[in-house]
């Protein structure tokens, strides 16, 4: 891809950088909340895309997240509550040639929003979405979530919250996303590479991204981020690459074959199970989505791609059998349509 470029005021062109891509709204987040480090990765890779920034256009629903079109410097919707991947698939189908992102939390995209996200998903739109995820209703001011664990006490669950929580992966891939992976709001490295490819995918991209709430939920991802331990809790997915993780890198997620469960062991034991390797590119989605359920109580937690699948997106099927009846029927009027079939006279 070439790098977007602008034309500077002496006519020359100049390539775009991180720069072009911040807007010159005030970005207001809570201090140290984990949307800053997301916003600045996005606005980082932006310009190594080769998509031009009037070719881009973020749509967000309601939350803290659904701020970040404002802080773009590109095309942007801040829409309805829920409703974003809808207004989305709209936009691309009328549209194929942008690129379009969809911001959303756990609580706008899994909530209200649930239907429109597992739509999207079962259609394989081609729809980049970012699911910020920090286990709470942040801009409402600290209610449990469907991603809440079990047991926390918040302002509508004060005896702690008796709910399930949604594992957001598995949800994604039960639901037939074609790309789907999980990152972390601080690891830059990590995020900037998962972003990167998730806009190569053509289909939907989904990413979750686990990101911390100073005020609600502060510190709950503290392990998967502090350098001393997070090795023992984390386990990053390698395609073609068994499951790996530990400082010592002595310690594998295993198959129990019988039970059709992952569970943490060490490479040296033989206890009857069976180490897999990870294959993204599966054509079915079984061991991704056990792995989509993992983490806590002693489990680590996967980032990385869990699937990378190629299928024909949404806009390529129906455009293409917009094509087939054109050529078949001609391309037809408006005013035709409007006055076939029955008519009455009112």
Known sequence: MTAPSRTASDGELVQLGKKDFESDQAVRWCPGCGDYAVLAQVQKIMPELGVPRENVVFVSGIGCSSRFPYYMNTYGFHTIHGRAPAIATGL???????????????????????????????????LKILLFNNEVYGLTKGQYSPTSRQGMRTKSSPL???????????????????????????DARHLQSVLKRMAA?????FLE????????????????KDRKIKSDHLVELVHREPLVYGSEHDRVLKLDTDAMRLYPGRRDERDGGVEVTHDERAPEPTLATLLGSLGGDGVPTPIGV??????????????????????????????????SGDLWEV
Not at 92 to 121: F, Y
Not at 171 to 182: I, M, N, P
Not at 201 to 205: C, E, F, L, S
């Open 160 to 186: 702690g919250s008796v709910d399930r929580p949604f594992s957001t992966l598995a949800l994604a891939l039960s639901a037939g996303a074609t790309f789907v992976a999980r990152s972390i709001d601080t």
């Open 306 to 339: 869990f699937r990378a699948d190629e299928q024909p997106s949404y806009a390529d099927l129906v455009h293409a059998q917009e094509a087939r009846e054109r050529d078949a029927r001609g391309p037809g009027s408006l005013r035709d349509l409007l006055y």
């Open 201 to 205: 995918h053509r289909g939907i991209a």
């Open 209 to 224: 991204i686990l990101q911390n709430c100073p005020v609600f939920n502060d510190g709950i991802y503290e392990e998967m």
């Open 92 to 126: 691309k189908l009328a549209r194929p040639e942008l690129q379009v992102w969809v911001i959303t939390g756990d609580g706008d995209g899994l909530s209200i929003g649930g239907n429109h996200l597992i739509h999207a998903m079962r259609r394989n739109v081609d």
